[in-house]
């Protein structure tokens, strides 16, 4: 009879991620984009050892999925050249507006995107998008109390933004279409999934608030800070 394998059940407590940063022992850019940095590491290992990998740095992100009372939230269909398809996404933009607030970038796209503003924020759902391959976190909000809004002064719609069309779908129709996977933006998939989980369970109301600190963000600066130091020894 074989031994049964023996794996302990996680205490309620015990259940989150941690902040952790192995200690770097060589860090080089191996190529340097618009937005981001692809980068090798040498890191060492608990066991004394050491790994190699390679990664891109990334600014992070904020969504947001705006539900009006007519039971619609408001999506973007935009075209992604690295994988070949147009998505049906919801407004969202980079943190790479040098301390920007998080919810005032998440504001701002809104009214790039969508044209609209929000009364009542939220926060659905914090992700890493890619995390073997990517430093990326967003944080999806959720935004009700929604108006028309103007777009902000200075933005102009370029590149893939400027085919980039604006639509509602209905709450219902994008859980099934998320299920059935006609629907593959992340930002979408955790947005709306969250929603519905929220909606039909403790209710809105136990959503976090749209101020609520995001540690990840915390680590993000921390490991920059070092990469940094690394770079430019001395």
Same mark, same amino acid.
């Given at each position: 009879m074989e031994a049964e394998l023996m794996i302990r059940l996680l205490a309620p407590d015990e259940i989150g991620d941690r902040s952790q940063l192995w200690p770097l022992i060589e860090h080089a850019v191996l190529a340097s984009g618009n937005v981001c940095d692809f980068v090798v590491d040498t890191v060492r290992t608990p066991d004394g050892g050491s790994m190699t990998r390679q990664y891109t740095l990334h600014p992070g992100a904020v969504g947001v999925i705006a539900w009006d009372e007519a039971d619609r939230i408001a999506v973007v269909l935009q075209y992604r050249h690295p994988v070949a398809h147009q998505l049906v996404e919801p407004p969202a933009g980079l943190l790479d507006q040098g301390g920007e607030d998080y919810l005032a970038a998440a504001q701002r796209e809104l009214a790039e995107e969508a044209g609209l503003a929000a009364a009542d924020w939220r926060v659905l759902v914090d992700m890493f998008t890619t995390p073997g391959a990517n430093q990326e976190s967003v944080r999806i909000y959720l935004a009700r109390g929604l108006s028309p809004a103007p777009v902000p002064a200075g933005f102009? $719609? *370029?590149?893939?933004?400027? @085919?980039?069309?604006?639509?509602? #779908?209905?709450?219902?129709? &994008?859980?099934? +279409?998320?299920?059935?996977?006609?629907?593959?933006?992340?930002?979408?998939?955790?947005?709306?999934?969250?929603?519905?989980?929220?909606?039909?369970?403790?209710?809105?109301?136990?959503?976090?608030? $749209? *101020?609520?600190?995001?540690? @990840?963000?915390?680590?993000?600066? #921390?490991?920059?800070?070092? &990469?940094?130091? +690394?770079?430019?020894?001395?």
């Open positions: 102009v $719609a *370029e590149s893939e933004e400027a @085919a980039m069309e604006v639509a509602w #779908a209905a709450r219902a129709d &994008l859980v099934a +279409a998320v299920l059935a996977g006609r629907l593959q933006n992340p930002v979408m998939v955790a947005g709306v999934l969250a929603l519905e989980v929220a909606r039909l369970g403790d209710g809105l109301d136990v959503l976090r608030p $749209a *101020e609520a600190d995001w540690p @990840a963000r915390r680590a993000w600066e #921390a490991q920059n800070r070092e &990469l940094k130091d +690394a770079a430019n020894p001395g």
